[in-house]
């Protein structure tokens, strides 16, 4: 019996040594340099807006990030490596909207929403509808009713099957019962050009993107799909599609995350560093000039945002069919 107590009473003393041992590294975290996954190419927006936060959270943090670049399979490759990255917090992330979108459509080996941590939103801006400026349509119910009398005739262009810029228009379809047809481009130069040169009647886009053309009068938008407008002052007076009775919300946010697993006393370090900064006016003011309208979120309603984000976009991609496009272009 003593012999039986002494190893319970030795086994709860190894518990709590482990757990002050835990609790000890959590509060001086962190006590060396930290690396930030990028899981796109160097010279992208996340890649830029990546090494703007590992300059400006190193130095709340008292240490240096170090940017790691680890692009591939459509950012499933640095993403797998971040969710099997140790859960110390000394490797964290970018994360984007495109991630909850992979594990619906059985590309990849996790499910990022549910399998990592999240610790800040940095911003998010939404998918617009545009078309060239000498289109006959200066407002989205004029295209929605020359679409019914031409079916089949509108050509739109977006930059990936099954990605965010196909869901605004696959959703348009549904609710306002057009044919329409989506062309695939390999990125935003291709898209615009293809719009400016007459191919596609209309693309769906980031704003950010088309702004050199909005102000120079070659591209008009039709709509957001946003829950309220732009704050953008050259973007402010486009309506958006809820405006015009269509309830489609699409936009593009860009975050922080990091392995499942973590002490909370390490997460809640991280969270309270990237919020002192994403909350300063200058580090919004930057956010705007990477094309991002500011819009934090701490690490739960981050990963809220993350789950319930991934159930809407399953339920749209369901109805719209999109989710049978892409296994069709997958097979």
Not at 131 to 148: F, G, H, I
Not at 178 to 204: C, D, F, R, W
């Amino acid at each position: 019996m003593t012999t039986r107590r002494q190893a319970i009473q030795a086994a709860t003393a190894a518990a709590a040594m482990q757990a002050l041992t835990r609790g000890a590294a959590a509060q001086a975290f962190p006590s060396r340099p930290m690396r930030l996954i990028v899981p796109f190419a160097p010279g992208g927006s996340t890649d830029i807006i990546g090494r703007f936060l590992a300059r400006e959270a190193g130095q709340k943090l008292g240490q240096s990030i170090v940017v790691e670049n680890r692009p591939g399979a459509g950012a499933m490759i640095g993403l797998n490596e971040l969710v099997q990255a140790r859960p110390d917090g000394y490797t964290i992330g970018m994360t984007n909207s495109g991630m909850v979108f992979q594990p619906l459509y059985g590309h990849a080996r996790h499910n990022y929403a549910t399998d990592l941590q999240a610790i800040a939103q940095v911003g998010e801006i939404p998918f617009v509808l545009a078309v060239k400026s000498d289109a006959p349509w200066r407002t989205l119910p004029e295209l929605v009713d020359w679409a019914r009398a031409h079916p089949g005739d509108l050509m739109y262009g977006i930059t990936g099957y099954g990605n965010t810029s196909h869901i605004g228009p696959e959703k348009l379809r549904l609710l306002a019962n057009l044919q329409m047809e989506a062309v695939n481009y390999p990125g935003g130069g291709p898209l615009i050009t293809a719009l400016l040169g007459g191919h596609i009647k209309a693309i769906s886009n980031n704003p950010v993107d088309l702004r050199t053309y909005i102000r120079d009068g070659s591209v008009r938008v039709l709509c957001a799909f946003a829950e309220k407008r732009l704050e953008d002052p050259a973007l402010r007076d486009i309506p958006t599609a809820r405006e015009y009775g269509y309830d489609i919300v699409v936009t593009l946010w860009q975050g922080v995350g990091a392995p499942r697993g973590m002490p909370d006393e390490v997460i809640r370090r991280l969270d309270t560093a990237f919020g002192e900064l994403l909350q300063s006016p200058s580090a919004q003011a930057s956010v705007r000039e990477y094309g991002l309208q500011p819009a934090y979120l701490d690490a739960a309603p981050f990963q809220r945002k993350w789950v319930e984000d991934q159930a809407r976009q399953l339920r749209t991609i369901t109805e719209t069919g999109i989710i049978d496009v892409v296994r069709r272009q997958t097979r």
